[in-house]
């Protein structure tokens, strides 16, 4: 016998994921400006505006809540990409789209650049223990191999192309601007992040990559 949800188990269940989803914004914020070492659950708990007691409830300690913010920026940027449809546009449109969806995305979330330096520093273990950051993060890398082969049926792209090393060579070409923009600034004399130069990256990103793959 199914029993059905009453509405005040229902709205039960709304304030704790309400309560959650405040308390991951509020550690998102807290993680990025201050690191995993750094970061202070009273100051998350105040962002939040909720008592700490409840942050220990829902994620136990520090560690397990920055694994559950890393896993929540993982699922954010995956949900966005899957919004791209890549599979139903022609290889280099898909390309081109996936490029430009990166350098956009990572220009308007400059935390989630921070937070992977964080976890980096970390040796990634949080990500290493979390399966569904894994199982989050394969969709992308399939959709992509899709694209690369239906290119080379095609005879626009070059075959014996992996997808993981593209993709990773996609977002390091913005990861690594992004993230030393201000030091490559400082030695070139140039600012990196002016809207001039910003086109000017996406551009050649744009002609490195698809150079590389085009026939």
Do not use: C
Request: proline share 3%; no cysteine.
């Amino acid at each position: 016998m199914v029993r059905e949800t009453s509405p005040a188990s229902e709205e039960r269940l709304r304030d704790a994921d309400r309560s959650q989803a405040s308390i991951l914004a509020a550690a998102r914020d807290e993680f990025a400006e201050f690191g995993l070492a750094g970061a202070r659950m009273d100051r998350i708990a105040e962002r939040a505006g909720l008592n700490k007691r409840l942050i220990y409830y829902y994620f136990e300690d520090k560690e397990k809540l920055f694994q559950a913010v890393l896993e929540q920026t993982y699922r954010d940027i995956r949900e966005e990409e899957m919004k791209l449809r890549l599979a139903d546009l022609d290889p280099p449109t898909a390309v081109r789209r996936l490029i430009e969806f990166t350098w956009d995305y990572y220009l308007r979330h400059p935390e989630f650049i921070t937070l992977l330096n964080s976890a980096n520093l970390h040796r990634a273990r949080h990500l290493a223990e979390s399966k569904r950051a894994r199982e989050l993060n394969s969709p992308v890398i399939e959709t992509l191999a899709t694209v690369l082969e239906r290119g080379r049926r095609e005879g626009t792209f070059r075959g014996g192309v992996d997808p993981v090393q593209l993709y990773v060579s996609i977002a390091a070409l913005a990861y690594f601007y992004l993230s030393n923009s201000h030091t490559l600034s400082a030695i070139f004399g140039r600012d990196l992040l002016a809207p001039k130069a910003r086109a000017e990256r996406l551009s050649h990103m744009n002609e490195v990559i698809l150079g590389y793959l085009t026939r």
